[in-house]
């Protein structure tokens, strides 16, 4: 059963998408690529059919990087803001959507079902609630 569009957007607002839930996958990822593109201990990552999947605005500002490397490890990013935005997985028919990136998440949207490449997480790494947690910039 499809739901309602969710709208995404990357930082400075001019790459827009709009994606259709249900998600195939949704979970954090440890791996150290992940840590890289992302600056942070994890990525959260969800992953849609492509058919679920729809540009709005500014496409033409993505630059697409594919770690060469990797079988599919890529990063598409706004050249404007440098924010990652979302990008086709190489050899599957679906789009990874960096879950930050969407603009007003719907209280009952599906959540992330786990962490992946748990053994790759940072060693200062802390789950969130296992410190304090705090609602304003300290
Ligand atoms: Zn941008």
Not at 14 to 19: A, G, H, L
Request: net charge positive.
């Amino acid at each position: 059963m499809l739901s309602l569009p969710l709208a995404g957007s990357c930082l400075c607002g001019r790459v827009k998408f709009e994606v259709t839930p249900p998600f195939t996958a949704f979970r954090y990822c440890h791996c150290s690529r992940c840590q890289k593109a992302s600056g942070s201990a994890h990525a959260a990552n969800a992953f849609v059919a492509a058919a679920q999947f729809k540009w709005r605005e500014g496409e033409a500002l993505i630059k697409r990087y594919d770690h060469a490397p990797a079988q599919r490890f890529a990063v598409w990013f706004c050249t404007q803001c440098g924010s990652r935005v979302p990008h086709a997985v190489r050899g599957r028919d679906d789009f990874l959507i960096p879950a930050g990136l969407l603009d007003q998440p719907p209280a009952d949207m599906p959540r992330p079902e786990n962490s992946i490449f748990w053994g790759s997480r940072p060693a200062w790494y802390v789950s969130p609630n296992k410190m304090p947690c705090l609602d304003e910039y300290t």
